[in-house]
């Protein structure tokens, strides 16, 4: 289950790289048809069950070795002399709807990949076209209108962001904090009220702990199960209809169930809950911490070189909370975050902040302002007439508009 995202990258890169060798072979003359993806996967099983198929557990296995074997070459392979090429029958197929990268990432080019300028033995990471979103309610929300607009320009859209959520979760969303998990018992029985199994999480090398809140998780790759608790001793709460065998002191790999998807582009929008957990004594801590964070979150999109992400701004609620005579540190921390995040990544942050305090929002949203929503606006916090919730969160409207701007933000950075 877990090896599914590879297998599939296998097959789009082998089928890329079948085709870049018949354009190569046919001399730049004509344009000989796209290999389709299914015929690559039937061709490979077929010309590929014999003495490799023995020796591997499944055809997945094989894929992956062919790919990882396709990479380390410094020009495309003949056609009429290499492995699979023989078996392959001219397809008839459609291109695959998914377009394949070029190694530049800008994927409306049209170009083939440049497989016969990879230098030996330094593969390429295989950019993905979809839109990705982690980070707290911000992101989980918007990302629910942006899928709805992606299906016009045929743009997948992955929501990995969780509301109520911290920095901390955004970063383990993608993959970047290493942590196991261990129990002292050999079996995960099946889900049922109040079954509960006690559990130690072991974290790696500079993760700063964290809490669980019924975090959807999974441990190794097929066991599903929520964890609560706020030290490294939790309660893993199991979410399969069967019980699971396990190995007692034994350490599984730990993972967020929506997890991965920094090949893609990455919007994020975190530390709003951070901000709002924050109080007199720590909020300067707190700031750090989450910048801490999101460097991380960042440094982890693809391709390193030229990462392709949109990070937003944060903004003041219209709640007790953020009343500035009570609480004047939590807009202290608010705006120097946001100013950190403008000087140090530019262009590539999306001041949602700006849009609320600016006109363009009643413009696209088509609502009339009253004058509590223009007082709000100068004071600098959320206009009770953008929200859902009393001051907190963006009415629909409000978050489908802004999806709209995130995906042409994405076309302005040249991301699609």
Known sequence: ???????????????SYVTTAKNAESGGQGNPATISQAVVRAAIEKALQGELGKRLDNISDTLLLVQKAIEKSSTPPNPATSTPAPSTPTPSAPAPSTPTPSESGNQNTGEQPKAQEQQPGTPVKELVRSLNFFGDSTTARIGEYAEKLGKADKLPVINNAAGGSLASYALMSMNGSPIEIKFEVDTIPAKGRNVTVDAEIIYGEGVTPFSMHSTIVMIGDDIEASIVGQTANVKVYPRDETPHSIVAGKKYPLKLKANGGTDGICVLATAKNDINGANWSNWEATLERVKGYVEKCLSLVEPKSKPRFIVLTNWADNKPGWAKADHPYRHQL??????????????????????????????????????????????????LSLSSDGGAHFTPAVEEKIAKRIIDKAKELKYL
């Open 1 to 15: 289950m877990s090896n599914q995202p590879n297998l599939e990258k296998a097959v789009i890169d082998i089928a």
């Open 334 to 383: 608010k705006d120097r975050y946001n100013n950190w995040l403008k000087e140090k990544y530019g262009e590539k942050v999306w001041d949602i902040e700006a849009y609320m305090l600016g006109n363009d929002v009643w413009t696209d949203t088509g609502i009339t302002p009253n004058e509590a929503d223009k007082q709000a606006q100068r004071d600098g916090i959320m206009p």
